[in-house]
């Protein structure tokens, strides 16, 4: 399985910004799907998880009602819409595939592919 994630970028804050991860290969399998992000000096934090269907979603507390996962089962992507973005947002994004789970997945160490980092920078 491979994830591609785009979508980053500098933007004031107050703004809006969409990730979107493609997701390739052995995909005929179910996979729970989250995003996760990294900011310089602190370690990888959970954002929001959604399920393979797309039906169940869930997210941390500090982007709740703020950012929002989508899943296009057509396009096989997992987007991430973020609104009101704050300094505080500022990381490194990662998309992530857990085969363990069809579900909601919140922990790091239950995922098995990661895509490459986009850098989210929210300027004051």
């Known amino acids: 399985v491979q994830l591609q994630a785009s979508g980053g970028g500098l933007v004031q804050a107050g703004g809006s910004l969409r990730l979107s991860c493609a997701v390739s290969?052995?995909?005929?399998?179910?996979?729970?799907l989250g995003w996760f992000r990294q900011a310089p000096g602190k370690d990888r934090e959970f954002v929001a998880t959604?399920?393979?269907?797309?039906?169940?979603?869930y997210y941390a507390d500090s982007v709740k009602g703020r950012f929002t996962i989508s899943r296009d089962i057509a396009k096989n992507t997992v987007d991430l819409q973020m609104n009101s973005l704050e300094p505080e947002d500022t990381a490194s994004y990662y998309c992530a595939a857990s085969s363990g789970s069809a579900g909601l997945v919140v922990a790091a160490s239950r995922y098995d592919y990661w895509g490459q980092g986009t850098l989210v920078t929210v300027s004051s």
């Open positions: 290969g052995r995909t005929f399998s179910s996979y729970g």
């Open positions: 959604v399920s393979w269907n797309g039906d169940t979603t």
